[in-house]
């Protein structure tokens, strides 16, 4: 592909991901591209399982997860990651508005904020817009490009809902 890009071609692939995070019963993320749904996951804290599913696949995978795992999943919640940002040596970007929400940004360049132990990355850029108000997080952009590759990942988080109720059922993977 590297042949390709010097001739100008350029491979975009977009996704979209929803996650729902609950500190009682875990992750739950789906994946879609062009709007079809290709991947749901399962993260459990109380069964401290993964479940891995793939409809057009027809496959799944189901493991248990490590205390590693476990710990990293707590550490992922949007709230945590506030902290981490702001522990971090950061850049403020100011003031803006994002969905009729005033917001102050920073900007780190420390793959940390996300992982304990990152893997090794050629760059790295993150950029965290948090609601002056309650504190919490409404616009993430990501950009890194991993070690040995000349691949670049742009990620954005967004539409964030806060305070969800979640039933025990959201989290039931139906395989």
Same mark, same amino acid.
């Given at each position: 592909?590297?042949?390709?890009?010097?001739?100008?071609?350029?491979?975009?692939? %977009? &996704?979209?991901?929803?996650?729902?995070? #609950?500190? =009682?019963?875990?992750?739950?993320? %789906?994946?879609?591209?062009?709007? %079809?749904?290709?991947?749901?996951?399962?993260?459990?804290? =109380? *069964? /401290? *399982?993964?479940?891995?599913?793939?409809?057009?696949?027809?496959?799944?995978?189901?493991?248990?997860? #490590?205390?590693?795992?476990?710990?990293?999943?707590?550490?992922?919640?949007? &709230?945590?990651?506030?902290? &981490?940002?702001?522990?971090?040596?950061? &850049?403020?970007?100011?003031? +803006?508005?994002?969905?009729?929400? =005033?917001?102050?940004?920073? +900007?780190?360049?420390?793959? %940390?904020?996300?992982? +304990?132990?990152?893997?090794?990355?050629?760059?790295?850029?993150?950029?965290? @817009?948090?609601?002056?108000?309650? =504190?919490?997080?409404?616009?993430?952009?990501? +950009?890194?490009?991993? /070690?040995?590759?000349?691949?670049?990942? /742009?990620?954005?988080?967004?539409?964030?809902? @806060?305070?969800?109720?979640?039933?025990?059922?959201?989290?039931?993977?139906?395989?």
């Amino acid at each position: 592909t590297s042949g390709l890009k010097e001739r100008g071609f350029e491979f975009v692939t %977009e &996704r979209e991901i929803i996650t729902y995070n #609950s500190s =009682q019963y875990g992750n739950k993320t %789906e994946s879609y591209r062009n709007g %079809e749904l290709i991947t749901r996951s399962f993260s459990l804290r =109380q *069964e /401290k *399982e993964f479940v891995g599913i793939c409809p057009p696949a027809k496959e799944f995978d189901r493991r248990p997860l #490590s205390e590693a795992e476990i710990l990293e999943m707590d550490q992922m919640s949007p &709230r945590k990651i506030v902290s &981490r940002f702001m522990s971090a040596d950061y &850049r403020a970007l100011g003031s +803006e508005t994002i969905n009729g929400s =005033q917001v102050q940004g920073v +900007e780190v360049d420390a793959p %940390e904020v996300f992982r +304990e132990n990152p893997p090794p990355l050629e760059s790295f850029v993150a950029r965290l @817009w948090v609601d002056v108000e309650t =504190q919490l997080p409404v616009w993430l952009e990501l +950009e890194f490009v991993p /070690k040995g590759l000349s691949t670049t990942t /742009k990620m954005v988080v967004d539409e964030f809902i @806060w305070d969800t109720e979640f039933d025990a059922s959201d989290f039931v993977p139906d395989i």
